[in-house]
């Protein structure tokens, strides 16, 4: 007769696994069952192969229809992982149990249509025992009854110190059954399962599809049958079984859907549960300590601690280690607890290594708490979709991956070239550099030149971009909206909407306007505001060629413009020198935008907002002769005003300083105002002489700093002008020179050479 031996497990738990194997080791048993995908038996060798390094992940998806896929994630601390591990590496028959994929990606449309329970996520096929992921809308986290009866606050903290920390396994199983059964007897009476509910209906096949599974593997006549499966499904999988015949009615015409399996590298930051995997876990990189280093794992812990904190110039020394590790026991002991936890190694590494600084553990959480582990899968492993994709588009698009650089020259007037460009930059926003925008020799906003170079790590990028999508398109998307969603600020979505734009990513575009409006819409940093806004511009200016809808785009500049010239005079009052010569380049930049953009409100605007900057007592120097310079170069000065306001900048009652900082402003980047503007050099060369020796001295430092970025040409002939003491624009002013007719002639040969002229008979 047949005994089973029910394994209650956490998804991904070192304390779980361990007594898992522990427990098999024990019992020897003739199968093994594993809540899993029966679609993915034919991989399930692959688990003892010597190239396999977990965390790897099962994907299973629909070859017709590629969007349609579901990932099982596994690292080396799973419990099914070394379920599966010790079952191949015995010889063990070793099965999985669950409800077959080919049902349940084909049953997600319908129930998706049928009941208004939202769908489940794509890249978790699994139930948690963790509060957010098991029956979260009814359930309510039915394990923190259990948590909060033994002092926590929490059901993670409780589950870890009680399972995944735990030394003594021989009752763990046992009781974590008892406690399932209390807990959905408890739940079940309050909030009885509906078969009308999209979520109870899918879990009620599930578990009736494991218990036929259990069922067959009796009638085949083993006798010690081990059940690993997610603690919440124990009762359901416990003898006394309901009538066979109930579960084979709610089994009956369950759609198919032909699927393909294969195995792919995972990490532990799309593990973690801040990632958005439904049986994710707070902390993979400490789980994984805790698997590999279960003698002194706080010891070794605050050892790998240090030694991170040196490599980032930090200091950690032994002595500080030893002294951590002393006060991680001590609250540990406080708080009763058997051995230190993540919670008290934080404390203690944050005291003693950290003095105190909150910075240091950002790092340490990245880089050891979360991990940038990532696995690796044998080399004849079968391709995932995403390089099925790729491949089908180098072909339609006739882009042969080549080891060696190739330039491509692209029309994007072209419906064949244009399609090349959408792939080329959806690849380089999936972090798959194939191509690199080049300088194009040709004019016109059509043309686009890229360097083709193909990379064998290529391969690795598209896999681990699988995670987003199972095609160019999808995955791009999948991975736009992510950046749009947690994107910091205006500047970074404009930016974001660039790349969307050249990608060609209309569901993105619609999702980043919603957001670009809402933010431009309450964002009161005006320097946000002016950065936002060249981007906008340039893709109003240059995009339209690829047949894109700026209407959007439009709409939001408007308002961008409005809000930066409503906002600027009061942002660019008391600025000191360093907060100045940063606004000094966004008004550049803003400068350009709206020249760029080549409409006459917003240059109208414009100007008058720059009219009144000029007027304002307060402004800094700096962009006081900036804001002139502009006024200057674009007709809305004269020479004379602007003379006129160079000499008010130069006044007695103007600060020396100030003065020479308004120069700078004034002649930034070019002097040939000065050369051909008479009036403009009189009034400087007044204000030059007439400084005293010693502020003379104070600002020659300053000065020489704004004449340093002149052209050494001009700077030669400004230093000729001063020489000779001659005032003048251009050519005049230079005419009194005594004329050296020899020297003249010498040249008119070849000045009438230049002219198509017959050269004169000497």
């Known amino acids: 007769m047949s005994t089973l031996h029910l394994f209650g497990v956490r998804h991904h738990g070192p304390g779980s696994a361990r007594s898992l194997r522990q427990n098999l080791e024990i019992l020897e048993p003739d199968l093994i069952l594993v809540e899993g995908p029966p679609d993915a038996a034919g991989v399930i060798e692959q688990v003892i192969n010597p190239d396999m390094q977990p965390p790897v992940a099962i994907l299973i998806y629909a070859p017709e229809q590629p969007q349609q896929a579901v990932y099982y994630p596994f690292a080396v601390f799973s419990p099914e992982w070394q379920a599966l591990d010790y079952g191949l590496q015995q010889q063990i028959p070793v099965q999985w149990m669950d409800l077959p994929q080919t049902h349940q990606l084909a049953l997600r449309q319908q129930l998706d249509q049928q009941f208004e329970a939202p769908p489940e996520a794509d890249s978790d096929a699994r139930d948690d025992l963790s509060p957010e992921s098991s029956l979260p809308e009814i359930r309510h986290d039915p394990l923190f009854w259990l948590a909060q009866a033994a002092g926590y606050n929490d059901s993670e903290h ?79 999988l416990a003898e006394p079984f309901p009538p066979a015949k109930q579960d ?66 930090m200091d950690a020394s032994s002595a500080s280690v030893i002294e951590a590790v002393r006060l991680a026991n001590s609250l540990a002991a406080l708080r009763d607890c058997p051995t230190p936890g993540l919670p008290e190694l934080n404390e203690a590494a944050r005291t003693v290594l950290c003095f105190g600084n909150e910075l240091p553990l950002r790092l340490i959480h990245e880089r050891l708490i979360i991990s940038d582990r990532m696995g690796q899968v044998p080399n004849d492993t079968p391709m995932v979709p995403l390089q099925v994709d790729l491949q089908r588009w ?55 030149a890229w360097t083709l170079e193909w990379q064998p790590e290529f391969e690795i990028a598209l896999i681990k971009a699988g995670q987003w999508g199972n095609t160019i398109e999808t995955a791009t998307t999948a991975y736009a909206c992510d950046l749009a969603e947690n994107a910091a600020n205006l500047p970074a979505l404009t930016e974001l909407l660039d790349k969307v734009l050249l990608a060609d990513l209309p569901e993105v575009i619609t999702k980043l306007m919603t957001r670009l409006q809402a933010e431009a819409a309450v964002a009161s940093d005006v320097v946000h505001l002016m950065s936002a806004l060249s981007p906008l511009a340039q893709i109003l200016r240059y995009r339209d060629v690829r047949q894109t809808d700026m209407e959007v785009v439009a709409h939001v500049v408007d308002g961008l413009v409005t809000r930066i010239c409503i906002g600027l005079p009061e942002t ?21 935008a709206i020249n760029l953009l080549q409409n006459q409100g917003h240059q109208q605007i414009w100007w008058m907002v720059l009219k009144q900057l000029v007027n304002r007592d307060s402004l800094h120097g700096l962009l006081g002769g900036r804001c002139c310079r502009l006024l200057l170069d674009g007709g809305q000065f004269e020479p004379s005003r602007a003379a006129q306001q160079l000499g008010l900048a130069l006044s007695l009652a103007t600060e020396p300083t100030q003065a020479a900082a308004w120069i700078e402003g004034f002649l930034k980047g070019s002097g040939l105002l000065l050369l051909h503007d008479q009036e403009i050099w009189q009034v400087l060369d007044q204000w030059v002489c007439k400084l005293a020796p010693d502020t003379f001295v104070t600002l020659l430092p300053l000065l020489r700093r704004t004449f340093s970025t002149f052209p050494a040409a001009e700077r030669r002939q400004m230093g000729e002008r001063v020489i000779q003491g001659r005032v003048g624009a251009g050519l005049q002013g230079w005419g009194s020179e005594e004329l050296d007719c020899d020297r003249a002639e010498m040249v008119l040969p070849l000045v009438a050479q230049l002219l198509g002229m017959s050269v004169p008979n000497s």
């Open 158 to 236: 409780w589950w870890e110190r009680m399972v995944e920390q735990r030394a003594e396994t021989t009752v763990l199983f046992p009781a974590i059954a008892e406690a399932m059964t209390a807990l959905r007897l408890e739940v079940e009476q309050d909030h009885p399962p509906d078969l009308n509910n999209n979520r109870d209906y899918r879990e009620a096949l599930r578990e009736a599809y494991m218990r036929q599974t259990i069922r067959k593997a009796q009638k085949a006549g083993y006798e010690k049958i081990a059940i690993v499966c997610g603690a919440w499904h124990t009762p359901a």
């Open 248 to 313: 084979t009615a709610i089994l009956k015409g369950l759609p198919k859907l032909k699927v393909t399996a294969t195995w792919i590298p995972w990490t532990y930051e799309r593990l973690a549960e801040r990632s958005g995997y439904g049986a994710g876990i707070a902390s993979p990189g400490w789980y994984h300590h805790l698997w590999t280093a279960s003698d002194q794992p706080a010891v070794r812990w605050l050892t790998h601690v240090a030694r991170l904190l040196r490599q980032a110039d």
């Open 394 to 448: 180098q072909k339609k698009l006739r882009l042969k991956p080549e080891v060696t650089p190739k330039d491509l020259a692209l029309d994007l007037r072209k419906p064949n070239d244009l399609l090349r460009s959408h792939l080329l930059h959806r690849l380089n926003s999936l972090g798959i550099p194939w191509g690199r925008t080049t300088y194009s020799r040709g004019k016109g906003t059509f043309k686009e």
């Open 572 to 592: 660019c009052a008391s600025l000191d020198d360093e907060a100045a010569a940063m606004m000094d380049k966004q008004i550049m930049q803003t400068h350009s």
